[in-house]
């Protein structure tokens, strides 16, 4: 079974926090990378039994990706959940053989509250799952690939806390 871990950056995130580390029961591991929070994050992030890393510099990316204790993770932003089909389909896929060819990594798709409190579904998947070894990065977040292999369930994208 490859153990993956779940990596956030957060920045005072108290209030949307805890529903995004609820569902993530699949990895082995909660990683945060904490950019100077000064609300109850931290707590909230110990609560859920996540390891906390507190950043002082501007590190690239992918260099966060060390800090997990894990070859696999899965990245996820405050403010964002899965659907109970995702969480089964990282239960499903941490039980068996993985081989990410040529770093193609394993993307979701995502469904975005808009204002008007509707929901859209983005027209491309996003990357989430990736290897230690991952170069491609948008921000704090992988950057897509279309030969990532697209798993079953969405990522949720909430507007609000």
Known sequence: MPPF??????????????????????????????????????????????RIVMVDSALTAGLYLEFARNHWTFCIQPGESITETLQSTLFEWNTLAHED???????????????????????EPETRLIQRNWNH???????AKPSATVLEGELLRFAQP
């Open 137 to 143: 990065w948008r921000g704090n977040l992988p950057a």
């Open 5 to 50: 871990t779940a990596l956030l950056h957060t920045n005072n995130d108290a209030l949307r926090l805890g529903r995004t580390l609820e569902m993530l029961l699949p990895c082995s591991e909660i990683l945060i990378v904490d950019h100077h929070s000064s609300d109850a994050t931290l707590r909230i992030a110990r609560e859920y039994g996540a």
């Open 101 to 123: 060819v040529a770093g193609r990594g394993y993307s979701v798709f995502v469904r975005e509250q808009a204002t008007d409190m509707n929901w859209h579904r983005l027209p």
